[in-house]
C-alpha cells in the first residue's frame, strides 16, 4: 500500500519547516480532530479529523460554524500526521503553506455511524464514511461541541466538501466563536503573538 503521507511529505522540506515529518498516533480511546487557524495567502481553517492513523483534512476558509444554517465549504487537502495536531507555529514564507498555524480547537470525537442506529442501518467506520463522503461525528472540543457532518458533493477534481453544524442541543445559532474566541486553545496566544514569539 501507498505510504498515505507521501503527498504530504514530497510537498514539504523538512530542513526548512518546523512542521513534524511524521509521528503515529498516540494510544487513546477516542481518536482526536484539531482544527488549526493558518495565516497563509488566504487565511483559513484546517479541519482534521483522525482516521486510522492519519489525520484526514480539509481547508475551511470561513471556519466552522455553531449555526446549522450555515453550510461551510470545505476543501480536501492531503492527509497529515497524526504529531500535526500539536504543531503551532510558523513556516517560513517560502516554503509550502508559509505563514502561522494556531491551534484554534482540538479534542476528540466519536463517529456517529460507528454503532447500528437500531433502524435497519448497518455500522459505517470512519474511513468508509469517509469514501462515501458522509461523515458525521460528535465533537468534543474546548469551543466545539456536538455534532456535525461533513458531505462530500461533486467529484474527482471538482469534489468539494460542506462541514455544517447538526442540530441537536449543542447548535447554537448565536453563537460565532470563529470571531468571539479567535486565540489558541494550546497558548492563549492570538496569531500575532505566534508569528513575534517566532521573531524573538
Ligand atoms: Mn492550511
Redesign the pocket.
Known sequence: MQNPLNDYTSKRDFAKTPEPEGGKSSPGDKPIFVI?K?D?SNL?Y?LRLEVNGVLKSW?VPKGPSTDPDEKRLAMP?EDHPIAYARFEGVIPEDEY?GGTVMIWDRGTYINLKADSNGEGEEPVSMEEAWGNGKITVWLEGEKLQGGYALIRTGKGNDARWLFFKMKDEKADARRNPVSTEPDSVASGRSLEEIAEGERD
Do not use: M, V
Request: aromatic share 0%.
Open positions: 488549526q493558518h497563509a483559513h484546517d481547508a487537502t503553506g
